[in-house]
């Protein structure tokens, strides 16, 4: 379901001009109320993009009647020009839509340190709000106008039987990390809900699903996830079964930017059990999932299982050397911290590689979704589009 | 100066057969006397090697007679028969020696999780004390029978004009990382100092040096340095400048790791200054030298110093994105956390790479070196030998 399968909701996406390919790299979506309530999750990246720090300051209002959305330039590390062109986005946006600046909230990602073109962004505002539709594909368009490297435009949804659904959009194949893929992704509903519900669901959605994709631990500038709620359905789902399907959705969309992340050749799943505690299964997870020595193994379709048992040495976490056991595609390599035989009779040619480790400590769990390294990550990440 | 080259010491390095290429993989260190005195650092990951809990263990005592290491086999996950093979390696020597075992470390690196070939490994002892020799030639045997991937033998040497001097060698190539280079390194003097003098100059030394090392962030389960002082010269020197001697030797040996890290095309030294604290400084220059991005552009000559920017602000130290400036081989990138042009007037095409951060907070500084991440390292990691 794209972002205008909710009621509600119109989108665009548009030619600008800030892509040198001539692609479109311009979205609006739109909400068409009655409510405009909205949430929001940024980047914990100290250097933040000029729109990460527009759309903060918008949002503690916790309303939201539009987002602008670009490729083709992160509009960070740019300074007050910047920031200016940010605000000048949203006023100009306002205008069309008859509401506030302060109601607009705008996602920039590219390139770090150039200065958008601001009138290019600003024709671009126009030409998209001229051309807003509340069609499937319309949606469509708006998640393909803020893809990057991404190979394929990204789109989920849900749909309840009750009468409200939610649709959902993302970009992101590279500088995927830490606190939260590196992305953009915007998520709308018809559920009438306030922003305080949609925080706290859209907190427990992210966490278990764009905070589990760890591409190549590097977290971006611009990072953004936004929520916008319509209450067009009449419908107030319970909070639970909303905040259910709102994972649902993000874990999809993550799923899917796993699936087209850069030079990805193996999708790679790092599932941690018997940990201490969920933060300690995480942790141990993402060093994994992190770490370039299994990440050029599985490349190679090599089960070198001594790479991941110093990666789980070396996180940060409670581990016991004794009683460590690691398994990939089910096959058991390592049982009690010793050689369980099977490294070469495990069949890595698939895309698909479980690394299974269970620390027999607790009954911690967590899982990080991660993507080899390969000779295509390094030279699509060595000959970036400048 | 190799091994050999302070007075007390011998050294040989043969085939013991570990190796499938049959190059040599066994090395042999005595320590003449008349001290036997030693001091250890050791890797920090959880899951350690054998013939580490084995040399931690020895030295306890603050004493050694000699070292065995080998390359062709990590001896790593390889529970109480790996231990057992540790044990009789240091029995053996010992008795050739004419010492107890408790005296004799092992050092061991290659693929972690295979035990091995105890029969070929104590032969190996046999052969190398057979063949032990005081002169240069010997010390070089050692260190060439160290090495994994790395393509020629380290070494280094300090000679005083109080008449003693320090000889030291290293290997390492790849999984180099965090709280120390992942390598053995072996150094020996004959200075005239006790076990705690040499405890307390080596992990300065090592600080300053193995430890700024980082060429992947993958920390092994086998880095060992041990130090070892004959007593020969019978020369007490000045502490500081033991550690200052010893430093130097440490950083000699930690460039030529980077020199000859695995696919390396460039040499990256990430500079800190201005940061709240060295710890922050360190902290800063490590998480840039990790970053996948920066190293995959710098790799493609393209400073592309918004990968920096954002790898600043993602690292868990005090950073003000205001007063961040980057400069790369002294061409300035960024200023006040703004563009400052010459992105593309940087000339990259050199092997020697500075990248200079500019905190603006304080007066901690500190650097990291680092490689760049190649086609080569991935493929040599994608096909290890197994």
Chains 1, 2 share one sequence.
């Not at 992101?172 to 992704?185: D, K, R, Y």
């Not at 909303?242 to 969309?253: G, P, Q």
């Not at 969920?278 to 193994?297: F, G, M, P, Q, Y």
Request: overall charge negative; glycine content about 12%.
């Amino acid at each position: 379901m794209s972002l205008t399968g909710p009621q509600g909701f119109r989108a665009a996406g548009v030619v600008a001009g800030l892509k040198s390919s001539g692609a479109p790299d311009l979205a609006l979506v739109v909400n068409d109320g009655p409510r405009s309530a909205a949430a929001g999750v940024f980047t914990r990246n100290k250097v933040k993009a000029a729109p990460v720090l527009w759309s903060q300051q918008v949002l503690t209002s916790g309303a939201l009647r539009a987002v602008v959305l670009n490729s083709g330039g992160a509009n960070a590390c740019t300074g007050p020009e910047g920031f200016q062109t940010a605000h000048a986005t949203a006023e100009r946006a306002a205008e069309l839509l008859g509401c506030g600046a302060v109601e607009v909230a705008i996602c920039s990602t590219g390139l770090i340190g150039a200065q958008l073109p601001r009138d290019a962004v600003l024709a671009g505002v126009e030409k998209a709000h001229a051309g807003l539709g509340a069609d499937e594909a319309a949606g469509t368009a708006a998640a393909t106008a803020i893809m990057t490297t991404d190979t394929v435009a990204k789109q989920a949804g849900y749909t309840s039987e009750a009468g409200w659904g939610i649709g959902g959009t993302t970009k992101g194949a590279g500088m995927i990390a830490p606190s939260m893929a590196t992305m953009l992704s915007v998520l709308t509903t018809d559920a009438d809900l306030d922003a305080a519900a949609l925080d706290t669901a859209l907190r427990a959605a992210v966490r278990v699903s764009f905070d589990r994709l760890d591409v190549d631990g590097s977290m971006s500038t611009n990072d953004t996830v936004l929520l916008l709620a319509s209450g067009a359905s009449g419908v107030r789902p319970d909070p639970a079964e909303f905040t259910e399907a709102l994972t649902l959705t993000c874990r999809s969309l993550a799923r899917q930017m796993q699936a087209d992340a850069e030079g990805v050749t193996k999708r790679i799943t790092v599932r941690v059990t018997g940990a201490a505690s969920e933060d300690d299964a995480v942790v141990v997870a993402r060093t994994v999932a992190r770490d370039s020595l299994v990440k050029t193994a599985l490349f190679g379709s090599d089960a070198n299982w001594g790479r991941i048992a110093a990666a789980v040495g070396y996180s940060d976490a409670a581990v016991d050397p004794d009683r460590l056991d690691i398994a990939v595609n089910d096959v058991p390599l390592c049982t009690g911290g010793v050689a369980a035989g099977g490294r070469t009779s495990v069949d890595l040619s698939g895309a698909e590689i479980v690394v299974a480790i269970a620390l027999g400590l607790g009954h911690g769990e967590g899982e990080i979704l991660t993507t080899d390294l390969s000779h295509a990550y390094v030279e699509e990440n060595s000959a970036y589009p400048t």
